[in-house]
């Protein structure tokens, strides 16, 4: 969607008032920063109006941050008039009328400070400003929380696990890290000292606790406050943890695989091994990097002429604005003990599965999606706490007759190409690239991961009570399909899709067209094309 900039200028009076109707982002703000040089001067107010504005990413942000700078300069009176609740929310959780005054808003936020110090700054990486502008789209929401409250064994010395957690947190400099404008440049930004607070048992009575309990449904204030939440609680009841990361610092495997591994050992006392690197040295690395105009051009490439005809399964409901839902299935045709058999990549040969599934069900003879990997590639990576996935776009024409084999093959290829170009990531975004795009991603057996599950903890099991509410996904994909590696090497899969574009039965159909491409790939020699009939 464009954005409109109505103006209207009272010279009587001395104001100015832009209008903007769609949305402000990264394909828009050059419009907006025009406007404000072009026209804002030789007046004494200026107000922007977002009544009719629908979406603000951190890059209208920073336009806003900019704009409020410039009416400084030129003594100008600057404000932001009557946000609708969407927008509103993204003010709410960044704090953002610290900086600019927000007129009818309503919500009051908690005292921020900015420190004026030029040093420590470190950008966003292109997937952390991606999730923080996926979040602005429902900003009061939990959907970024990563955690959950899980009741303890009563075996567990909760003095220790507390000591492990405070050396863990500690230990990495992911835990210090905050969210804030920088101050010249207004661009979001992230520095890596700010304070830890000790975690400490609490004891809570039944009631407290309930009011306790309510943590779960509070988004987070993202500027310059910590981000993370652990409790450690003993109630009549038993012993609780509740243990919560916001997205854009931490992934599913940094919680599961690298947080939890290291409070076990330290909890049982063992050594750990730590980084020569810490996230910021890698943010440092990954900025030194240059431009890279080839992966730009590859990125774009891969998804051009995307089509929703072509590239999604056929819509059988039009109920207008998007709605979200999920349907969930038990794969039958695929073990985990297949790959050990194979030696097939895992990841390459489920995507694989998901395509095919998607463009026989479009009658569709090319699958274009987005595939999201951990990211940890490197040894060093593989032990980085942080948020390091990565997402790209991988493109397959199946015109030609071919082998399960050389499928398999050829799209392992795609995935190293679309690795070799990661850093390209922000085309993807600031273009505008992917929109309907479905995402697929594999995930292996989130510790956290249902409510109602149990999971390993410092020698004992520990029982999962509640998660975050609102865990509907903030993007408005038609599609987006994770496939779950459990720990019995079974697998399963859910499917988070536009309601108002699909029907159940249309998401259990194209779960059993994913089911069958599973059994149908297990046969090396068999024509793609067959499967495709």
């Not at 429902?138 to 959950?148: D, I, L, Q, W």
């Not at 009841?237 to 939890?260: E, N, P, Q, R």
Request: hydrophobic letters at 40%.
């Amino acid at each position: 969607m464009s954005l409109k900039i109505n103006m209207r200028k009272d010279i009587a009076v001395g104001v100015l008032v832009l209008e903007l109707d769609g949305r402000l982002d990264a394909t828009t703000v050059d419009a907006f920063n025009h406007s404000i040089e072009e026209f804002a001067t030789k007046v004494s107010r200026l107000d922007v109006d977002f009544s009719r504005l629908e979406y603000m990413s951190s890059a209208g942000l920073r336009a806003i941050l900019m704009a409020k700078k410039h009416a400084d300069r030129e003594n100008i009176k600057f404000r932001v008039v009557n946000p609708q609740s969407s927008v509103a929310d993204v003010f709410d959780m960044t704090g953002f009328n610290h900086f600019v005054e927000i007129v009818n808003i309503g919500a009051e936020v908690e005292d921020g400070v900015v420190s004026d110090s030029m040093t420590g700054f470190y950008p966003l990486r292109a997937i952390q400003r991606w999730m923080m502008d996926t979040h602005f789209q429902k900003a009061n929401s939990t959907m970024m929380n990563e955690g959950g409250l899980a009741k303890l064994d009563d075996s567990l010395d909760m003095e220790r696990l507390a000591g492990a957690i405070n050396d863990t947190l500690s230990a990495h400099d992911i835990f210090r890290c905050r969210i804030l404008f920088h101050p010249e440049t207004g661009e979001i930004c992230q520095r890596f000292d700010g304070s830890l607070s000790k975690v400490r048992i609490e004891s809570l009575s039944e009631d407290e606790f309930e009011k306790r309990k309510l943590e779960l449904k509070r988004p987070y204030q993202i500027i310059d406050r910590p981000l993370f939440r652990i409790y450690l609680i003993i109630t009549p009841s038993g012993k609780y943890m509740y243990l919560d990361f916001y997205h854009v610092i931490m992934d599913g495997v940094a919680t599961a695989m690298l947080f939890f591994r290291e409070l076990d050992l330290r909890y049982k006392g063992r050594p750990i091994k730590q980084n020569d690197i810490s996230y910021a040295d890698y943010i440092l690395q990954e900025c030194g990097r240059p431009r890279n105009a080839a992966g730009e051009a590859y990125w774009r490439e891969m998804l051009k002429g995307f089509d929703e005809k072509k590239h999604l399964p056929p819509s059988d409901k039009h109920e207008g604005s998007w709605k979200f839902n999920a349907h969930f299935r038990q794969l039958q045709n695929i073990q985990k003990s297949f790959f050990a058999e194979t030696k097939y990549p895992e990841h390459t040969f489920l995507m694989a599965a998901v395509m095919l599934a998607i463009a026989k069900s479009a009658g569709s003879r090319e699958a274009i999606m987005s595939y999201v990997h951990n990211g940890r590639t490197t040894r060093t990576e593989m032990r980085l706490m942080g948020l390091m996935l990565v997402q790209m776009p991988i493109r397959y024409d199946f015109h030609n007759d071919i082998s399960v084999q050389e499928l398999i093959e050829d799209l392992d290829k795609k995935v190293a190409e679309g690795f070799q170009y990661r850093d390209s990531l922000d085309t993807v975004y600031t273009e505008g690239l992917e929109d309907d795009c479905a995402t697929f991603i594999l995930q292996k057996g989130n510790l956290m991961g249902n409510a109602g599950g149990d999971f390993p903890l410092c020698g004992t099991i520990a029982l999962l009570q509640e998660l975050p509410q609102n865990k509907a996904s903030a993007v408005e994909n038609a599609l987006d399909i994770h496939v779950v590696a459990e720990a019995d090497g079974t697998y399963r899969m859910k499917i988070e899709y536009d309601a108002s574009r699909y029907s159940e039965g249309k998401m259990s159909y194209l779960s059993e067209l994913v089911d069958e491409m599973l059994k149908g790939l297990q046969e090396a020699d068999k024509s793609v094309l067959e499967l495709l009939a």
